[in-house]
């Protein structure tokens, strides 16, 4: 965002492409102000494919969305991710990880799950996969709301349904 709160000028190209080659838009480390702004943007021109990265991971963003604001995001038809990674430090026992709550909060029909795994200090994506699946079981999240957010939300989001 420039000093008023505005997009700058530079996101209006990417939304170009974005649209012209009916890609999914993915808000990457941004802020909420930034992730509003953008999501506005792209829904008035008419771009349908938009993903939230990394809502709650606080690791990579001065400021994690609120539930609320998840929550009005998914109502605009964006997809939210979660990523499996924060399910991990959980296990580690690094302190609770927000993401069944918001998958509850949300609902399992507006998330994605993903790993964010591979590097070299983590298991490999796969596992990661495996670990994600299990944690969120564990933590009450269905089969049903698991098979919605690791296949079928995702064929969706790239038109593959």
Known sequence: LDNKGKLVSEVGKILSAVKEYDMVLASGHISPA?????????????????????????EVLDEALSLEEQKRLAEMGVFIEYVGVELLHELLGHGKSPIPEAIKTVGAEHCIISTDMGLAFEPPPAE????????????????????????????KLLGLD
Request: hydrophobic share 45%; net charge neutral.
């Open 128 to 155: 990661g996969m495996k670990i994600s699946i299990s944690s969120l079981l564990n933590r009450g999240i269905t089969p049903e709301e698991i098979e919605l957010m690791i296949k079928v939300n995702p064929a």
């Open 34 to 58: 930034e992730t509003f702004a953008l999501i506005d943007a792209a829904r008035n021109m008419g771009i349908q494919k938009l993903l939230i990265t990394h809502a709650t991971s606080v």
